[in-house]
């Protein structure tokens, strides 16, 4: 089972920096792949949340989702969880 915690988009985008400097230093080819998919992951969820929270988003696409997410606990969602 997977936990997943709702971060605001600035925590995936100081993330992401983070990600970034570390790889600029980073010398073996395994680490410089993982920060570079973390900093993709952290730059896309950051994106998808920005995306989401405009005010013109398209509310027909998330409304469904926004339904499931509702009955969850509002700071965790867990993935592979079945009830």
Do not use: C, F
Not at 3 to 26: D, I, K, N, P
Not at 50 to 66: L, V
């Amino acid at each position: 089972m997977e936990v997943l915690e709702r971060r605001s988009a600035a925590y995936h985008r100081a993330a992401a920096a983070r990600a970034r400097r570390l790889l600029a230093e980073a010398t073996t080819p395994w680490v410089k792949e993982q920060l570079a998919e973390a900093m993709e992951r952290h730059d896309h969820i950051a994106a998808e949340i920005d995306r989401a929270s405009e005010p013109n988003a398209n509310t027909a696409s998330s409304h469904g989702e926004a339904d499931v997410m509702s009955s969850e606990n509002p700071r965790t969602i867990i993935r592979g969880a079945t009830t």
